[in-house]
């Protein structure tokens, strides 16, 4: 069975860093989405992403992150400058359009540790 | 806006006992419902949904959750809990109308299956 995969399984950097977290969707969906966990707390929606553009973005996601989808085949997440609050498991996340809504795949996610 | 409540962070039966984990949810909008689970150091998979009809819901592994909507509420059972089940269960609310379909879930309750 299809799976979303995500690379690396576990990030450690320094704050101030730039890290990618990538995500490989499964392959005939259309639909990407990135979620956050911060150890202890609810998963956060961060940004969905449709036809190459952003469709939707919290207010988590500020100028610090970025999305790309750069071969149609990778699905990255780019966090400029991490900081320490920035430590948590990020789930990608990838779906297709069913009758009459998005059913969305999880990821096993990155977790990420900033020092 | 939407939210979920998830009363109890952790939740212990016994193995054969019936599985109970709470949900409400607000949504000023028709809601679509979701269960997820997460097992440890995987991601979260999909348990079951409602989306419109049919008011009781049934996913995998044996478990089902009844839509009320009088109640606000998409609680999950299994009549007859097994040490595989473990886990974190993470309730979602969606809907259609409301941004891109995004997730957003509840805090999650732990499930402690005992011998």
């Known amino acids: 069975e299809p799976e979303v995969t995500q690379t690396p399984s576990h990030q450690v950097t320094q704050m101030g860093q730039e890290v990618i977290l990538r995500c490989v969707p499964i392959s005939n969906h259309l639909y990407f989405y990135w979620y956050r966990q911060i150890l202890g707390q609810k998963v956060e929606f961060l940004v969905s992403f449709y036809n190459n553009e952003i469709s939707e973005k919290s207010e988590i996601f500020d100028d610090q992150f970025s999305v790309e989808r750069p071969d149609g085949s990778n699905f990255t997440l780019k966090i400029r400058s991490t900081k320490l609050e920035d430590s948590a498991m990020y789930f990608c996340?990838?779906?297709?359009?069913?009758?009459?809504?998005?059913?969305?795949?999880f990821g096993p996610g990155t977790r990420l540790t900033v020092l | 806006a939407q939210s979920v409540t998830q009363l109890g962070s952790h939740v212990s039966v016994s193995e054969g006992a019936l599985v109970l984990l709470r949900c409400n949810y607000s949504?000023?909008?028709?809601?679509?419902l979701f269960w997820y689970v997460q097992y440890p150091n995987q991601g979260l998979q999909l348990l079951l949904k409602?989306?419109?009809?049919?008011?009781l819901v049934k996913g995998i592994n044996g478990f089902e959750a009844e839509f009320k909507k009088s109640e606000t509420s998409f609680h999950l059972t299994k009549p007859s809990a097994h040490m595989s089940d473990a886990a974190e269960y993470f309730c979602a609310v969606s809907s259609l109308i409301i941004g891109f379909q995004k997730l957003v879930f509840g805090t999650g309750t732990r499930l402690l299956v005992s011998p």
């Open positions: 996340a990838s779906g297709y359009r069913g009758d009459p809504l998005v059913t969305q795949y």
């Open positions: 409602y989306t419109t009809g049919a008011t």
């Open positions: 949504s000023s909008v028709p809601p679509y």
